[in-house]
C-alpha cells in the first residue's frame, strides 16, 4: 500500500534514504539533496509507481527546458510589465528606461530590447536585464531564477 511506503520512507535514516535511492535509480542521490528533499523524492517515485508518471507533453517541456539552460541559451522570459521603470547608473550616470507594450522606451527614443539601451549606454554587447538588475549572475551558477 503507498501509505505503508511513504510511512516507511518518513521513517529511514539518511543514510538509509540513500541506499533506498540508489536501489531505485542505480545512481547516487544528487549531492544538492538532503535528506529530507531525498525523502520527497522518493516518496514521488513511490506516487509514480502507484499512480504513473507526468503526461509526455509535460516531459518533454522539462527537458526542453533542461536542455535551454544546459547550453546556455536564455532562461524563460521574465515580465516585465508595460509602465515599469528601471533605473541603472553606468559611470555615475543615471539612466532610466521605461517599458512600453512593444519594447522600452529610453531618453524619448523606442528600442526593441533593454540589450538594445545597454549596448547603446554602454558601447559593448551586454544582456539587457543583466545591466539592468533583473538578473543576477550570482544566482544563475546556483541555478536560481528570478523570473516572476
Not at 9 to 16: F, L, P, T, Y
Not at 26 to 32: I, Q, Y
Given at each position: 500500500m503507498?501509505?505503508?511506503?511513504?510511512?516507511?520512507?518518513?521513517?529511514?535514516?539518511?543514510?538509509?534514504?540513500k541506499v533506498e535511492w540508489r536501489r531505485l535509480t542505480?545512481?547516487?542521490?544528487?549531492?544538492?539533496f538532503g535528506s529530507g528533499l531525498l525523502a520527497r523524492a522518493l516518496a514521488?517515485?513511490?506516487?509514480?509507481?502507484?499512480?504513473?508518471?507526468?503526461?509526455?507533453?509535460?516531459?518533454?517541456?522539462?527537458?526542453m527546458i533542461a536542455m535551454e539552460g544546459s547550453v546556455g541559451t536564455s532562461s524563460p522570459k521574465r515580465?516585465?510589465?508595460?509602465?515599469?521603470?528601471?533605473?541603472?547608473?553606468?559611470?555615475?550616470e543615471v539612466h532610466q528606461v521605461i517599458?512600453?507594450?512593444?519594447?522600452v522606451e529610453y531618453r524619448g527614443k523606442r528600442?526593441?530590447?533593454?540589450?538594445?539601451?545597454?549596448?547603446?549606454?554602454?558601447?559593448?554587447?551586454?544582456s539587457g536585464p543583466r545591466f539592468f538588475g533583473l538578473t543576477s549572475p550570482r544566482l544563475e551558477t546556483l541555478g536560481v531564477t528570478t523570473d516572476g
Open positions: 503507498l501509505a505503508d511506503r511513504i510511512a516507511t520512507i518518513e521513517a529511514m535514516s539518511a543514510r538509509e534514504r542505480k545512481s547516487p542521490p544528487p549531492p544538492a514521488y517515485r513511490e506516487q509514480e509507481k502507484a499512480f504513473g508518471g507526468l503526461a509526455n507533453a509535460n516531459v518533454k517541456r522539462i527537458r515580465s516585465v510589465r508595460p509602465g515599469t521603470w528601471l533605473s541603472r547608473t553606468w559611470h555615475g517599458v512600453v507594450d512593444d519594447g528600442y526593441a530590447s533593454l540589450s538594445a539601451v545597454a549596448r547603446k549606454i554602454t558601447g559593448a554587447r551586454w
